[in-house]
């Protein structure tokens, strides 16, 4: 069965690093979304990425923050200059254009700013 | 504010007992309601419930909404310990953006 994967599954950096998270979408979906999970916390949306280009974004999607389909297949979210508080998990998510709320998460990145 | 609400945050029951999980909203152009069960990791996708009094089943699983009073339950019957886990509502708007609520932590004694 077709899924989406997410590499690295645990990333631990310094704080003031940049960070690239790196999903592989499933093949034929047409939207794209990261998300994150503070640990304890809710499921928190960060941006949401169709066509090319973000068609929605949280306010804590800020310029730290930036998304990018670099090739066909892959989709990255990129954190510019990482905080303590980006320690989290980030979930990638697509979906095709017929049920676009049923969203197909990968693993995981679980990121660790120290 | 959009908000959705899920309640209790946790529920601990028997193996065979019936559940039900709250969840109630406020979201402006609401497009449709989401339910989903995150076990370890990711989140995986159960209902997506757009109609009001319309039930969605899957197998011991069934869920409804109700656009008047803005909330849906999920209901679990038969529990079984696989069923453990954190059950995330959620509610898509019409710029497809979705909105999680914080989850209901269900665990499923033997």
């Known amino acids: 069965e077709p899924e989406v994967t997410q590499t690295p599954s645990h990333q631990v950096t310094q704080m003031g690093q940049e960070v690239i998270l790196r999903c592989v979408p499933i093949?034929?979906?047409?939207?794209f979304y990261w998300y994150r999970q503070i640990l304890g916390q809710k499921v928190e949306f960060l941006v949401s990425?169709?066509?090319?280009?973000?068609?929605?974004k949280s306010e804590i999607f800020d310029d730290q923050f930036s998304v990018e389909r670099p090739d066909g297949s892959n989709f990255t979210l990129k954190i510019r200059s990482t905080k303590l508080e980006d320690s989290a998990m980030y979930f990638c998510?697509?979906?095709?254009?017929?049920?676009?709320?049923?969203?197909?998460f990968g693993e995981g990145s679980r990121l660790t700013v120290l | 504010e959009d908000k959705v609400v899920q309640s209790p945050l946790s529920l601990v029951v028997h193996e065979g007992d019936t559940v039900t999980l709250n969840c109630s909203y406020e979201?402006?152009?609401?497009?449709?309601l989401l339910w989903y069960k995150q076990e370890k990791k990711a989140p995986t996708f159960l209902f997506m419930l757009?109609?009001?009094?319309i039930e969605k089943k899957s197998g011991r699983l069934s869920s409804i909404l109700d656009k008047k009073e803005l909330f849906s339950i999920l209901n679990i019957t038969a529990t079984q310990t696989g069923d453990s886990a954190v059950y995330l509502c959620?509610?898509?708007?019409?710029?497809?953006?979705?909105?999680f609520g914080k989850g209901t932590r269900l665990h499923i004694l033997p």
């Open positions: 990425f169709y066509n090319n280009e973000i068609s929605e």
């Open positions: 959620a509610v898509e708007r019409g710029d497809d953006k979705i909105i």
């Open positions: 093949s034929n979906h047409l939207y």
């Open positions: 979201v402006t152009n609401f497009r449709s």
């Open positions: 757009t109609s009001s009094g």
């Open positions: 998510a697509s979906s095709d254009a017929r049920v676009p709320g049923e969203l197909f």
